[in-house]
């Protein structure tokens, strides 16, 4: 039978294939068919009971439930049939190339915009076999592989794929080739650097075509470049942008880009869209339908393993296309990231469960991708005048219940699971000899299996064998039958069966049996589950946010001591009010005004300014782009992680801003990010709006290091040369920049200058509006970099690590630059043979704005004990010991007009300690931002107890589930990071973090 | 008198030399007028008497014996010398600069292994870590499973073995891991893999001791019979102390299966083991209680170890074994040099979150020298122990706390190092060019 299907099919392939020669006689068997008797779910919401589907020549003609069947249409009994529009697989990846090696190829190969799915797609049959057997009639195909990957496709997926459209989407993938790869970009970091430069270049070569094709002459002929070409043509036909995405970050991510460019987007979504649904794009989501494996948590310390965040997205992950569906999106679905292809049906009906309506998931299935496909008036829809792609269904598709019969694709059938000649599932009456018994017949996704049931007894059936009509079975029951095992075979028909026992002995006799009921006792059906219960915080996991951080108008703190690390100095028993977010008062008996103020007992308390930390990794999902020497395209802003637990913790050490730095593999790095540590706010909240930008530079050992791919430069006297290079084509670009700007007939008729991102960062450092700050040890690069400053005409904002500056103090406080130094580390390689822990002490003696900076998340938590060295060391003042974490990385940032100091009009940013705020034996107790209290050890009491019951319901609720066999989700490890911060930490491995 | 300390002070400040290491105590010397913190006694508003290197008095009031060099302390501070009891000092110079590493040896099973004999009497980390008052460090191999024997040194000598205050104090061992490391680029083994890698490392600890415990049998045999002959094997031969529980084992392991799994080991095959590390001890506290295990607090300062713990659970640690009666004590961490003089801060952390503070002071001198087995000679002042303190102007807990003068068994400490070396040039380069007055 399967044979002579695959016969019939491959004849339908060749009538349908509308090209070509007959091979031999030209076959014409009408392609007219009508299915009849069906449950027809024409659309999302809208069925057909009784229903008929006429189709011919691969186009349905007509629906309803009274419709002419046409006189050459096959009919086909479709009764207790349910139909649906073909499913549309809404992802699927196709391998794609290594490299283009044409002569229009991009100069880098991640870049592939011009590669077409439709060109790429090579299915084998068992690949099409498995997506049929599911429902897919249609797929969207994606090419993988590079940043900009290509074109997508809708293809049909018959024997032989049919493509629809050729040109869907662009696809874009945060890609990186990792660190220690040969090309750039290593990391994210640098991969958003790079799709932004794509899109710059793509206009630019755009309008450069344009000026070429009107003046050929006079102008020099530029490489063609294939996927600029794509890229470009793309964006003016308003063709999407999909971006595939790993978590919620990504989608952020994406939406930055898009709105940057202008770009029409989709995202490919993740299956974390749950936890921010309230900020994501209205944009089409294609979202894989995987949930996460369970925690093995029977082991109490197994399950110390995972983290609150694994846990709860264990429980609420099957909610999140409900969600999504519930809270507006349009949300196609895909089972492309399935291991198993075959937990697609059983995660929609548990999505059902969830609270995903029928008709949505229908939807997600049909109509949501085949008008977002561009493909609404032929796909998606059991209607005239539609492709004719049927599913067909013993049962409604979305009860878990379903087994797919056949699919119809292009009007042709592809059989998946047809019924037998004969269902002989049921209890049958079953007469031997003398005996009558019951016979149970159950039919499983596993096979036939059965029981001979007696008044008190019941014997299992062995060896159940059914083929269409056909059983063989065998019963071992000496009492019921004969000693030994007796064998039985017979042929059913839809009421009776008969056949023959073969006994023990040789001897044999007949058999019969009449039906008694299709009904077989079901067996126990597994619970229906429910949403989550689970309340979302963010970030996601311990320590989240429930609410927002509540915003008092009015704060009067009283009797405190005040550090004000401003000209006052300490202050005993003083009063601070504080109004708006705003200090507006520092006085000895402020009387509280009319109206709720917020009190604060100061009473015993030291109150300091929110430490401020001018070197921190802290809530950077990647670090370093060190492959090429200069990358000052890339931007920390761009990677901000606001679920890094870091910040958290740095807050109750009374941490509350952080200059986020690019890595030191590079002499010029990225660009930094300054932020106020407002926990539980989005990245874009956490950045310091008002802080100038930055960039980070590299000097000595961690730039200078050889590397497997080979990089220039090897030597100090390199790494100066790089950038001095740097600098000088930096001038040349801002040169033909401002000569093209100037002229409007050059502007109309020469080849414009390509924007850069790189140069247009390092313009930005010579005309004073980028800090520089440069990782440094050595007197002699320190030396260096302040002589290219002042050759190029700027000053370098600070020195970081600076630990041989205390030998060349003077020239730094000549230079102007600050110096953002550690404590007192030394000795971890050779060019910090010489720090000392009087660095501090020294270089602020010489007139130099010192701070001391963590570059670690640990020391970023209580860097009132590194200011306190300084008083070890060389004996600084105390209240210009903590200017070192308050005030001056204030000045260092150019932040000092909003933070840093406890000083009227400045943001109400403090900490408040049970004491000394420079004594190893205070606590900080409270941290304070804008006005508002982000940590306080009270509140963290009450994290501590949500977050202990939370975890302790969820283990109890995984223990309670049955057990599915699945993969185990796999811990997230010993920091618990979200995210597998592989560039980081690498980086930190092999850079060093410094 | 009070001219002749100033003297003293000033010229370790002003004059720093290369280090010369002490000669031997030739007179008694009485410190009057001051706080003694004897660590098991109290605090004595008083004088502390030593002579040839030992403490012979404290009191409040003590008459200054024939010869004795007097220096008042003006209401200073002295303390037992603190003891790092976990440390790589002398090991390492610069621990990226590989070719100074001396800590770690090839191999997974390096028993017999000795750290003192590699120990860098001249290494210009030592004298910046005594000026902060660490007199004594258990110096510790890292390499591998077994990783060698550690050796207790005094932080002055003309040689290690000057240097050398006890060898063998223990031998080392890294618990493998118990966990699944989480998936990554980095580290892509699959959760069965690293199951199967633990199951072999577990397996080979057991077949180390039973090999060991066979040696020694062996060795014990006094008939010389051709059966009984056997070639020696430094490994197992280093290993006879340990399995016969003559000498602890000290057992690296923070996570809770790893220590859960260490304390069955050690009762397996009968050994003595001190728990190192013990991030995860608090999780533990009836077993580790119920078998005696001392535990060396690593790290206070540490990170929390997962991401959903308390943001002070590292802090908070020590003294949770404190009150749960576990013996413990404080160290920085076992891969500390250079870091080592910042010992304090980590039993002043503890202090700040919940460890009483004269517990803090005894985690970093006296319940240090109880763990590693030399108290009866360091680790508080009481007569007839080592003269081995210091002299502070306040609490040396505190950050911003200076030592003034160091003795080692009444040898008085030269207290330059090269960061006050560097520090006084460059006054002086600041000084020629005006910027300094003074």
Known sequence: MKKLTIIFLWIFSLISAQVGPAKELHRNPPRAWALTNATIHASPGKTIVNGTVVMRNGMITSVGSDVKIPKQATIRDMEGKHIYAGFIESWLDVNTIKKDTSLQAHWNSNMRAYLKAADLFHPKDKELRDLRALGFTTAHITPKGGIFQGQSALVQLGKTPKVLSENIAQVIEFASSGWGSREYPTSLLGVIAFIRQGFYDATWYEKTGNILAKYPDGNEPIQKDRSLEALSSGKGKKQPFVFRTNNELYIDRSENIADEFDLTFWIRGNGYEYRRIDQMPASFMIVPLNFPGKPEVADPYQALQYTTEQLKHWDMAPDNVAKLVAAGFQVALTGSDLKNKKDFQKNLSRSINRGLNESDALAALTTNPAREFGQSKRLGKVAPGYIANLVIADNNYFSGESTVNAVWID???????????????????????????????????????????????????????????????????????????????????????????????????????????????????????????????????????????????????????????????????????????????????????????????????????????????????????????????????????????????????????????????????????????????????????????????????????????????????????????????????????????????????????????????????????????????????????????????????????????????????????????????????????????????????????????????????????????????????????????????????????????????????????????????????????????????????????????????????????????????????????????????????????? | MKQLMAAILLSTFLFPNNQIPAAPQKHPILLKNGFIHTVSNGVVNGSILFDKGKITHIGEFISPPDGAEVIDLDGKHVYPGFIAAVSRMGLVEISAVDVTNDHSERGDFNPNVRANVAYNPDSEIIPTTRSNGVLIANIVPASGLVSGQASIMMMDGWTWENATFAHPSGLHINWPQMGIRAGGRRFSMSAEKQNERRQKALEKLDEIMKQSHAYARLRQTNTRTAEDYHKEDLRLESMIPYVQGNLPIYIHANEVRQIEAAVHWANRHDVKIVLVGGKDAWRTIDLLKKNKIPVIYEGVTALPSRRYEDYDQAYKGAALLYEAGIQFCIASSSGDASRVRNLPNHAAMAAAYGLPKDEALRSITLSAAEILGIDPQVGSLESGKDATLFIANGDPLEIRTNVLQAYIQGRKIDMGDRHKMLYHKYQEKYRQLGILKE
């Open chain 1, 411 to 994: 009007g042709n059938e592809y059989e998946i699971e047809p019924d037998p000649f004969v269902s002989i599932a049921g209890t049958w009456s079953l007469k031997e000899r003398n005996n009558v018994w019951s016979l149970v017949l159950n039919k499983s996704a596993k096979g036939f299996s059965g029981e001979i049931k007696t008044e008190n007894k019941s014997i299992k059936l062995n060896h159940v064998k059914v083929e269409q009509d056909r059983i063989a079975f065998s019963v071992k029951a000496d009492t019921l039958l004969q000693k030994g095992v007796t064998r039985f075979q017979g042929t059913f028909t839809e009421k009776k069966a008969m056949g023959q026992s073969f006994y023990a002995d040789g001897t044999s006799d007949n058999w019969s049996a009449v039906l008694e009921t299709k009904k077989t006792p079901k067996k126990k059906k597994q619970k229906k589950e429910d949403p989550s219960n689970l309340d979302l915080v963010f970030p996601e996991g311990a320590y989240g946010l429930d609410e927002d951080v509540p915003n008092p108008k009015t704060i009067l703190i009283n009797d405190a001591t005040v550090w004000t690390s401003g000209p006052k100095g300490i202050l005993k028993e003083y009063d601070i009010l504080i109004q708006d977010g705003k200090i507006k008062k520092i006085a000895r008996n402020i009387t509280l005004p009319r109206g709720n103020a917020l009190v604060i007992d100061g009473a015993g308390k030291h109150v300091t300014p929110g430490l401020i930390d001018a070197h921190s990794h802290m809530a950077g999902e990647s670090i370093n782009e060190g492959f090429q020497n200069v990358t000052a395209e890339v931007r920390m802003r761009d990677v901000i992680d606001p679920n890094d637990v870091a910040l958290y913790r740095g807050l109750a050490g009374g941490l509350t801003t952080i200059n986020l730095l690019h890595g030191s593999a590079n002499p010029i790095g990225g660009q930094n990010v300054v932020m106020k540590i407002r926990w539980g706010s989005f990245s874009d909240e956490l950045i310091f709006k008002e802080a100038p930008q930055g960039i980070k530079f590299a000097l000595g050992e961690n730039v200078k290091r050889e590397r497997p791919y080979g990089r220039y430069p090897e030597s100090r006297m390199g790494v100066e040369q790089v950038i001095r290079d740097a600098f000088s084509s930096a001038s040349d670009y801002k040169q033909s920049m401002d000569t093209h700007n100037k002229d409007v007939r050059l502007q109309r008729s020469a080849i414009p200058p390509r924007r850069d991102l790189e140069l247009d960062a390092l313009v930005e450092i010579m005309e004073g509006k980028r800090l520089v700050h440069s990782h440094s040890y050595r007197q002699d690069e320190i030396l260096m970099l302040t002589r290219i400053a002042e050759d190029f005409g700027f000053t370098i904002g600070t020195f970081q690590h600076v630990l041989e500056g205390y030998k060349v103090a003077e020239r730094l406080a000549e230079h102007g630059a600050g110096a953002s130094t550690f404590s007192d580390w030394w000795a971890y390689k050779y060019e910090v043979v010489d720090a000392i822990p009087y660095n501090g002490t020294l270089m602020t003696n010489a007139g130099v704005t010192v701070s001391f900076n963590s570059d670690s998340d640990e020391l970023a938590r209580r860097m009132n004990l590194e200011a306190a060295k300084a008083v070890k060391y060389g004996g600084l003042d105390e209240a210009e010991a903590l200017k070192l974490v308050t005030i001056n990385p204030a000045k260092q940032l150019r932040i000092d007009k909003h933070v840093g100091s406890l000083e009227i009009g400045k943001d109400a940013d403090f900490v408040i300690w049970s004491g000394h705020p420079l004594s190893t034996y205070s606590v900080c107790e409270q941290t304070w931002l804008d006005g508002k209290q982000y940590f306080s050890l009270e509140q963290d009491q009450y994290y501590r107890q949500r977050d202990a019951k939370v975890r302790n319901s969820i283990i109890q609720k995984i223990l309670a589930s049955p057990e599915d066999g699945e993969k185990a989700m796999r811990p997230k490890g010993r920091r618990g990071n979200r995210f597998d911060s592989c560039d980081a930490l690498e980086a930190y491995l092999m850079e060093g973090e410094e």
